[in-house]
């Protein structure tokens, strides 16, 4: 651009005060046959001229009006919770909390824009160089600000809101209904804040995966079976057993580190928590408690013995140095492989509705002797 069009005039620019007399005098608008903008791509079919932003009453030329348009406009992509007194927007998937609020200042930049566009639409000559001069507003960083604020009290939505059902699980390429098994496309309707990060591929097998399974529960198909469920009821929300499991291995090197690594990473942003410093808010736990351990942690209330809620699962197997593969935590980490490990879990859980959570006998056993060595009272009466 020449340097004359920086040039200062009349309180703006030479180039800025050419360009907004183009707007002013333009009677036809420039409209390609062939790709659509993508502003009106995030909204599918959805205009900005369905909104009739110009005539409808909803949307006076005025700060409600505006906040109003800006909320209807994105709705499906941005809305406030005031439990942490921010904005979430939807991306790839999932709702997420839009730190800074750079997200929503982008879009209602798109919308500035968009207003200024469809202004030149409009045929008559005195009503379009009237709400010319009302999209100008938009064009000034503080007033989006005041639009952004007035848009919080639109279309609040509460925290608790979010992730209501338990039984979905959200994957890179679409949203699993554990109920049904219907995976279908994502939608911002189904409000979901997590994901699994892994895509969901109902053919997909791993035979190095089924391998490191039963090398580490030293080929006992029932144990390994029993890992399958207690893992696969990770992937719900379903908390009906309330148990602690423990994977206790006396010795090191016996494949339960890369086990909890190689499923949590799968589990993506289900296998994390935060908000730390952040405002509080009430929930309804749904997690599971896993220990990955070789020592046991002590234990001095007996009630949790007897309530049936610590299972110790034992990898019992040592792999030495010739045997372990200081590959395999990348390997699993390959996509392939992490759609494999994924279609485990959900046929564990599958397995765990169907059978329920039976403990087998090297389980039993393991369990009993924590609980012996657990009662101090009863060993010194052993002793004595």
């Not at 180039?15 to 907004?20: A, D, S």
């Not at 053919?203 to 080929?219: L, N, P, T, V």
Request: glycine content about 6%; proline content about 4%.
């Amino acid at each position: 651009m020449r340097d004359k069009w920086n040039r200062p005039q009349s309180g703006s620019t030479y180039g800025m005060i050419t360009i907004e007399k183009a707007i002013i005098n333009a009677t036809e608008i420039y409209k390609p046959g062939g790709k659509r903008s993508s502003a009106t791509e995030d909204f599918g079919e959805c205009s900005l001229a369905d909104f009739k932003p110009k005539s409808n009453d909803r949307y006076p030329w005025a700060d409600i009006g505006a906040s109003r348009l800006f909320a209807d406009y994105y709705k499906s992509f941005a809305r406030f919770v005031p439990e942490r007194k921010m904005w979430f927007c939807y991306e790839n998937g999932i709702w997420i909390p839009d730190v800074g609020n750079l997200k929503v200042m982008g879009k209602c930049k798109s919308l500035a824009n968009q207003l200024l566009t469809y202004a030149l639409t409009i045929q008559d000559e005195h009503q379009r160089k009237a709400y010319i001069d009302y999209c100008r507003k938009w064009q000034s960083r503080r007033y989006r600000e005041t639009v952004l604020k007035d848009a919080q009290s639109v279309y609040p939505i509460s925290i608790a809101e979010f992730d209501q059902d338990p039984l979905v699980l959200n994957c890179a390429n679409g949203t699993l209904f554990l109920t049904s098994m219907d995976f279908r496309p994502h939608n911002s309707e189904d409000r979901l804040t997590k994901i699994s990060g892994v895509r969901y591929d109902p053919e997909a097998k791993s035979e190095q995966w089924d391998r490191f399974i039963h090398e580490i529960m030293s080929g006992d198909e029932e144990k390994a079976k029993f890992l399958q469920k207690a893992f696969g009821y990770s992937i719900s929300g379903d908390t009906r057993y309330e148990c602690l499991f423990v994977l206790y291995g006396a010795t090191t090197r016996n494949g339960k580190g890369t086990l909890c690594e190689s499923i949590l990473k799968v589990l993506g942003s289900y296998g994390c928590t935060g908000f730390l410093h952040e405002n509080s808010f009430d929930f309804s736990p749904k997690f599971k408690l896993y220990i990955n351990t070789n020592y046991l942690p002590v234990i001095t209330d007996m009630t949790l013995f007897s309530s049936g809620r610590v299972v110790i699962i034992p990898p019992e197997r040592h792999f030495d140095e010739s045997e372990q593969d200081k590959n395999l935590k990348r390997e699993f980490a390959k996509p392939k492989n992490q759609s494999a490990i994924l279609n485990w879990l959900i046929e564990g859980y599958q397995l765990l509705k169907k059978e329920g959570l039976t403990l087998p006998d090297s389980v039993k056993t393991s369990t009993e002797a924590y609980k012996r060595d657990s009662d101090k009272i009863a060993l010194f009466f052993e002793d004595a």
